[in-house]
């Protein structure tokens, strides 16, 4: 027989029902309440309604589940016994709280509602008992106006309009106040804080049509049927959503007997954290309010004091205070944020859980807690003298409570982002932030960037040589625009995702960027933009803010915090620790740089079709459009010569930087039509047309060659628009990512791969004979099978092979590929004979996989994420790799690729490396290194730790796939003949024996 839900968990008198680890059933408010009450602390006594009455309140239709009327009923009778008074009694009676409370903290959940209980007949019991009839009608005031918005929806604003009306209209005339001089809530009296009763009640009864319940238990149960009713307010709806939180029941009600801040000036209430959330010192940090409620010191309506006055006012306490400080930080080895009221000298605790803190503070904590206690042993040996703290909490306190392996685990991806970005100047005030803001889209790059409105990139690189800061506004950005992407302060687009080329491309850079701004609209023709009402023109300034979205405008204070010294200690533990290599995904010396400043141990990435972008050098971009718009082989590599020192100059610079670290510099990967106007921009192209006929020392032009003299004729005639467009239409595609790119351009341009494998080569050289140590691996992007790449290889070995000649020299160097199509997964085993290194591409391996765009995925994608709407995917596979599909894939190739070259080198280069939860899954399927762009590569060196932490609790790298490798029978071969991919098979089929027999 099943045991019976039980509904409700009291707690009081040092006993409670619940624990601290019940937070999915009794919210995070309700388990921390619980757990005060078991370890002695002094707590309100009360009880808490279960998650779980919510949840099935909510699938009835908001019916109460059967027992719950009758629990609610025996733990007020269980209250009422321990608080020795009754619920809403005439005389004396018991007044109750009400507050809501998840297991994960959220805004947009149900206020709390102080003072149930009273209503006209008690609130005289109350001032009686009190001995101040003002005391026991102002909490008469604060419920009306708490049940009246909270419970029943009226505004707020009516109350405290009303409220106001009486400060200025009769308790400023009573006190004879100037006008400009302030008139507090505590200075309105008993006789006016009546006639505010009886205003509140009439207004409650206008809005309502019902007047505002006498009855105390009608008002507790309408107090638990508003908490519930928030579960599924708007707000909490959104916040759930926007953070995908799921899994949760509902949220709990927690009801205790109300304890008085405002009784007298012994009295009191406040917010403090165990340490400053800010910086992370370990000093008792928090704000106060003598004679006053815990609404009014949350609420901004008073000014608070600090924490450390109450010392001087209220010592005992204060030590007290301290002493619970300990005990709570000890117990929950974390920073606490806590809650308290002092009722007539006596301490209450009425919340705790973990403190928010600063990205600083984050660092801060975690290392002093791993390493130092919480306060010196004679502070402790104090606090146990005087009976406040238990002496095995005392000893706790002087000591770490955490290990570093804690510590490392505590820090979030999010501490480090912001550590590095600029944000916006905190100094800058709520108000003014609010009057310029002009919009909202996704914040794509955290940080913040301020500049000049531009449309296009060219004008943005315009801007940047005059020292300008600018922001580049577009619709949505493409490769061409890659050059005033680089020389843009921050990027604005109107559509797009987290994963958009604008996103892409400026988080590699460290941009800050926001896309998918669906109320933005331009207007490339005027140059004008318009969010809102507002309509900004090419020149005005603006202010992004990457971390949150939003966008203001005019120009906005930034500041770059600062790294404490804590980051450097624990990011020092953390590279002790992984087991995976974090290399940079960067294309310029100087981006190289800036990886080994933020611990890159290579570069894993070197795209070299940006190289060709360098606005400060226009040539590079004039020769590459040159060599596109040849039409004979003789004629592209005589172009090809013009580009070689470039790319050599580049590449010498970024192997110095990286001295004998390794650099994985993949060949031209997109089609050639991306580096000319398009055929729907007439404008361009005249623009490159009239660039090339200007700068061209020498012929740009080629027929078919007949005869050198024909030709010689024929090259002395200039370019002409119609050239341009044809060879425009030549290269256009229906689907370029799916077309003529990657190495399929190699094959067909083998002077294009000549010339980079040369440059490469060349510069390794140049290099190692100025005693520079070098490792250059070479990858080919987009292979699909081993023949293809055999070709590439073999023709890279041979051009390596020519140039160690012609300098009598020679230095190692690796050729490999990039594995981001599913047949190059399938095939890993045979492409592995002919690579030595595979590096995942997952951006285009989840878009082949999926068949889903990553640029046009923002329309639908969320859906697929939303667990209200399709919930297809737990997270976007642009961000997080898809485990499931796209992972199967990844663990098929590393198994496959190492059965056939067991010291096969692995990585990961696409976004994912720089994602967490990617990262350990990198851990788990026994990569070799995760490779992101430079800012995101201590996140990698974290999220690296933390998978080798968590890999060596759990004891095991083995994940399943759902999918088993079938054997290959290649052509050519006996059937009897043992492939790879069986090989493999056979491998995966014996460890799985020995998971089983471990088990057993």
């Given at each position: 027989m099943p045991t019976p839900r039980k509904w409700a968990y009291s707690f009081g008198d040092g006993k409670a029902d619940g624990r601290g680890d019940q937070k999915e059933l009794l919210g995070g408010k309700g388990a921390g309440l619980a757990e005060m009450t078991r370890i002695g602390l002094p707590v309100p006594p009360g009880f808490t309604i279960t998650t779980d009455a919510c949840a099935r309140c909510h699938s009835a239709g908001g019916k109460w589940p059967s027992g719950l009327d009758r629990e609610l009923r025996q733990a007020l009778s269980k209250l009422e016994r321990t608080c020795k008074k009754e619920y809403g009694a005439t005389h004396d009676p018991l007044l109750v709280s009400v507050r809501s409370g998840a297991a994960r903290s959220m805004p947009g959940m149900m206020e709390t509602i102080l003072n149930l209980g009273l209503n006209d007949r008690s609130v005289e019991g109350l001032a009686e008992v009190s001995g101040s009839r003002r005391f026991a009608l102002d909490a008469y005031r604060r419920l009306i106006m708490m049940y009246g918005s909270t419970a029943k929806g009226i505004r707020r604003e009516h109350f405290e309009n009303a409220f106001d009306l009486v400060k200025q209209t009769r308790t400023r005339d009573r006190l004879e106040r100037a006008s400009d001089e302030r008139v507090l809530d505590t200075d309105v009296n008993a006789e006016e804080l009546e006639q505010l009763v009886d205003d509140f009640k009439r207004m409650y009864r206008e809005y309502t049509g019902e007047q505002f319940p006498q009855n105390p238990l009608d008002q507790l149960k309408g107090a638990i049927v508003a908490v519930f009713d928030s579960w599924m307010a708007e707000k909490a709806v959104t916040y759930r959503r926007v953070e995908r939180?799921?899994?949760?029941?509902?949220?709990?009600?927690?009801?205790?007997?109300?304890?008085?801040?405002?009784?007298?000036?012994?009295?009191?209430?406040?917010?403090?954290?165990?340490?400053?959330?800010?910086?992370?010192?370990?000093?008792?940090?928090?704000?106060?309010?003598?004679?006053?409620?815990?609404?009014?010191?949350?609420?901004?309506?008073?000014?608070?004091?600090?924490?450390?006055?109450?010392?001087?006012?209220?010592?005992?306490?204060?030590?007290?205070?301290?002493?619970?400080?300990?005990?709570?930080?000890?117990?929950?080895?974390?920073?606490?944020?806590?809650?308290?009221?002092?009722?007539?000298?006596?301490?209450?605790?009425?919340?705790?859980?973990?403190?928010?803190?600063?990205?600083?503070?984050?660092?801060?904590?975690?290392?002093?807690?791993?390493?130092?206690?919480?306060?010196?042993?004679?502070?402790?040996?104090?606090?146990?003298?005087?009976?406040?703290?238990?002496?095995?909490?005392?000893?706790?306190?002087?000591?770490?409570?955490?290990?570093?392996?804690?510590?490392?685990?505590?820090?979030?991806?999010?501490?480090i982002e912001r550590l590095f970005y600029p944000v916006l100047d905190p100094d800058v005030k709520g108000d003014e932030l609010e009057r310029r803001w002009l919009g909202q889209g996704t914040g794509a790059v955290p940080g913040a960037a301020c500049g000049e409105v531009v449309f296009t990139a060219e004008d943005a690189e315009t801007r940047a040589t005059t020292g300008a800061a600018a922001i580049l506004v577009r619709k949505e950005t493409s490769p061409e625009d890659v050059g005033g992407m680089y020389a843009s302060a921050g990027i604005l687009t109107a559509t797009g995702g987290k994963t958009s080329h604008a996103a892409v491309v400026a988080r590699g850079w460290g941009k800050c960027c926001i896309v998918g701004c669906g109320a933005l609209a331009i207007d490339y023709n005027d140059k004008t933009m318009m969010l809102g009402a507002e309509v900004l023109r090419e020149g005005d300034a603006i202010t992004l803010d990457g971390s949150t979205g939003r966008i203001f405008k005019g120009r906005i204070d930034l500041v770059r915090p600062d790294a404490p010294p804590e980051y450097r200690t624990l990011m020092g533990w953390c590279d002790k620790r992984r087991r995976l290599k974090v290399y940079a995904n960067v294309d310029t010396p100087s981006g190289a740089e800036k990886g080994l400043d933020l611990g890159a141990e290579g570069i894993g990435l070197c795209r070299t079709e940006h190289m060709f972008f360098d606005t400060s050098q226009p040539q590079r971009i004039r020769a590459m459009r040159e060599m596109i718009l040849a039409e004979t082989p003789e004629h592209r590599r005589r172009v090809l010569e013009k580009l070689l020192p470039y790319q050599r100059e580049d590449f010498e610079g970024i192997l110095t930087v990286m001295h004998g670290r390794p650099v994985t510099i993949r060949l031209l990967d997109p089609p050639l039509h991306e580096f000319l106007p398009h055929h729907d921009n007439p404008a361009g192209q005249q623009a490159v047309l009239d660039e090339l006929n200007e700068s061209a020392p020498s012929p740009v032009r080629q027929p078919p060659p007949e005869d050198s003299d024909t030709q010689q004729a024929f090259e002395t005639k200039r370019m002409t628009i119609e050239d341009i467009r044809r060879r425009v239409d030549q290269l256009r595609e229906a689907n370029p990512m799916l077309g003529h790119r990657g190495c399929r351009l190699c094959i067909s341009y083998p002077e294009i791969l000549e010339m980079q494998v040369r440059a490469i080569i060349e510069a390794a050289v140049n290099c190692a004979r100025n005693r520079t140590k070098v490792l250059p691996e070479i990858m080919i992007p987009l292979s699909i099978d081993p023949k293809e790449l055999s070709i590439l290889v073999d023709r890279v070995r041979v051009v390596a092979d020519v140039v160690f000649k012609e300098q009598n020299h020679k230095v190692k160097y690796l050729v490999g590929t990039m594995i981001e199509t599913p047949r190059a997964a399938l095939v890993a085993d045979r492409m592995a004979e002919v690579a030595e290194f595979f590096s995942f591409g997952t951006n285009d391996l989840t878009q082949l996989t999926l068949a889903i765009s990553r640029d046009d995925a923002g329309r639908f994608l969320p859906d697929y994420v939303d667990p209200t709407k399709?919930?297809?995917?737990?997270?976007?596979?642009?961000?997080?790799?898809?485990?499931?599909?796209?992972?199967?894939?990844?663990?098929?190739?590393?198994?496959?690729?190492?059965?056939?070259?067991?010291?096969?080198?692995?990585?990961?280069?696409?976004?994912?490396?720089g994602d967490p939860a990617s990262i350990r899954f990198c851990e788990e399927i026994g990569l070799d290194y995760v490779s992101c762009s430079p800012l995101r590569v201590p996140i990698a060196r974290l999220a690296a730790a933390q998978a080798a932490i968590m890999v060596k609790t759990a004891g095991t790298r083995i994940v399943k796939s759902k999918a088993k490798p079938r054997s290959v029978v290649r052509p050519g071969r006996a059937k009897g003949r043992t492939t790879s991919s069986s090989r493999v098979a056979a491998k995966e089929r014996a460890t799985k024996r020995k998971i089983r027999r471990a088990r057993a």
């Open positions: 939180i799921s899994g949760l029941a509902g949220t709990a009600v927690n009801v205790c007997r109300m304890v008085f801040g405002n009784m007298d000036e012994d009295s009191g209430t406040g917010v403090c954290f165990s340490r400053d959330p800010s910086t992370g010192e370990a000093v008792f940090y928090g704000d106060m309010l003598i004679n006053a409620q815990g609404e009014d010191v949350v609420s901004g309506i008073h000014t608070p004091e600090k924490l450390a006055e109450l010392k001087t006012l209220m010592p005992e306490v204060y030590e007290q205070l301290e002493a619970a400080r300990a005990i709570l930080e000890v117990h929950y080895r974390d920073m606490q944020d806590l809650e308290f009221t002092i009722e007539r000298g006596k301490l209450y605790m009425l919340q705790c859980r973990v403190g928010k803190r600063s990205p600083v503070a984050a660092f801060k904590i975690a290392v002093d807690q791993a390493t130092k206690g919480l306060m010196s042993p004679a502070a402790a040996r104090r606090l146990v003298k005087k009976k406040y703290l238990p002496k095995k909490y005392a000893v706790a306190a002087a000591k770490p409570v955490i290990t570093k392996d804690e510590a490392i685990q505590r820090i979030e991806p999010a501490d399709a919930g297809v995917f737990s997270d976007h596979p642009f961000q997080s790799i898809d485990i499931e599909g796209v992972g199967v894939l990844l663990k098929m190739a590393v198994d496959r690729g190492k059965a056939a070259r067991p010291k096969l080198k692995l990585g990961i280069c696409g976004e994912h490396g």
